[in-house]
């Protein structure tokens, strides 16, 4: 698949980091729903530069560019055959960057009726999308058309913060700490699908959670992770997404991680995730949900409170663990696309490991639903 779709350019490609066009990790960019739909690929890559529903610190509008900076280090070929895992989804999935969301700068509705529109246009042909933000209002957005395709869906949510607000701010209704209230009032969302994962500090407030308990929601704080451990959150909350729902929604805010590892985010919250604990969090759920029915955004990357990101030029460290992400989701999800449950690294012939990549060994873990035909929706046959 890798060489058929990037030709020559997917086993190796001569070009310094600082020359073309940085689209994410280098990837094809289709500008237009005409190409999207010739073209048809499996995974697009959206860019939604918006942060007019941010309360406090701006500038994740800038978060898709540094992000698409960072992943061209290193340079192509597109082949990403990961060293640990021993998985490269780009021998899977045709993949492509569908660009930017043209953001209307100070209309909010319109800004994310735009979003909608584009990640509509990537459910339509059957691809999996995927949104680099942007603030977290995005996510009401993204799940708004993940809505209009499917009528249950399954939802873990990674982040400092619950945002289940009624209200933002001052009564803004688009704020970043109310999407999920938001989602919430579009039916296609259950209290017991969903699961947020690293909340920690002083906001919101109990009458929040209280709230959040009335609707069967689960959450697991940070003490809860140091106490549980990642492998028993991670199957918890697939299986909570998984059950009995057409499909499932992951968005990742990276003020989950501690500031020592995402320092570049609006609300950084101390005592949170490890970029390796967050690695192996991604592995655990990008192999517990059916590819094709999947969607996930990456959420509140701020480069202009960054380190090492001077210009956007190469990403900062933030932007550069946000793009890892990705492609730790994708590479899980081309495990799952291909039937497989590991993957196949290259080891010494004194290998001191325990062999595990995707599965760690530590009690059961979630299993991909097998899921009926959808019964609904324009390609069911009347």
Same mark, same amino acid.
């Given at each position: ?65 540094? %992000? ?5 280090? /290193? ?104 999407? %999920? ?22 906001? /919101? ?27 028993? %959150? ?82 900062? %460290? ?65």
């Amino acid at each position: 698949m890798g060489m058929e779709f990037y030709g020559d350019s997917y086993k190796g490609n001569d070009e310094p980091i600082f020359v073309g066009i940085p689209t994410f990790l280098k990837l094809p960019w289709l500008r237009s729903k005409a190409e999207l739909e010739k073209v048809r690929p499996d995974v697009a890559i959206i860019g939604e530069p918006f942060d007019f529903g941010t309360t406090i610190r701006p500038g994740a509008r800038y978060g898709p560019r540094a %992000i698409r900076a960072a992943s061209t280090v /290193p340079s192509p070929p597109y082949e990403h055959f990961n060293i640990e895992t021993g998985v490269d989804p780009f021998g899977v999935f045709r993949t492509v960057d569908y660009g930017d969301v043209n953001i209307s700068p100070g209309d909010v509705v319109e800004s994310h009726r735009r979003m909608t529109e584009k990640v509509k246009e990537v459910l339509d042909i059957d691809g999996i999308p995927v949104m680099l933000g942007g603030d977290h209002s995005i996510t009401f957005a993204n799940v708004r058309a993940f809505a209009k395709k499917y009528k249950n869906i399954g939802m873990i949510h990674i982040d400092t913060h619950a945002d289940c607000a009624p209200q933002g701010l001052t009564g803004f209704k688009y704020d970043h700490g109310a999407h %999920i209230r938001r989602i919430m009032e579009l039916g296609c969302l259950k209290g017991k699908n969903y699961t947020l994962i690293g909340p920690r500090g002083y906001w /919101p407030g109990p009458d929040l959670y209280k709230w959040m308990a009335d609707q069967d929601f689960q959450w697991f704080t940070m003490l809860d992770v140091e106490e549980l451990g990642i492998d028993k %959150i991670a199957k918890e909350a697939a299986d909570r997404a998984n059950d009995n729902v057409d499909a499932v929604y992951i968005s990742w805010d990276i003020d989950t991680f501690d500031p020592a590892y995402a320092p570049g985010t609006g609300e950084p919250e101390p005592n949170g995730l490890t970029s390796r604990e967050g690695m192996r969090l991604m592995r655990l759920l990008s192999t517990s949900f059916d590819p094709d029915r999947f969607a996930f955004d990456l959420v509140e990357v701020a480069p202009n409170y960054d380190v090492s990101d001077g210009s956007s030029y190469n990403g900062g %460290i933030t932007s550069g663990l946000a793009n890892r992400l990705i492609v730790e989701l994708l590479a899980g999800l081309s495990l799952t696309k291909k039937g497989k449950t590991e993957g196949t690294p290259v080891r010494p012939n004194l290998y001191r490991g325990k062999g595990h990549t995707y599965d760690f060994g530590n009690g059961p873990k979630a299993k991909v639903p097998k899921r009926p035909p959808l019964n609904y929706g324009p390609k069911v046959k009347r």
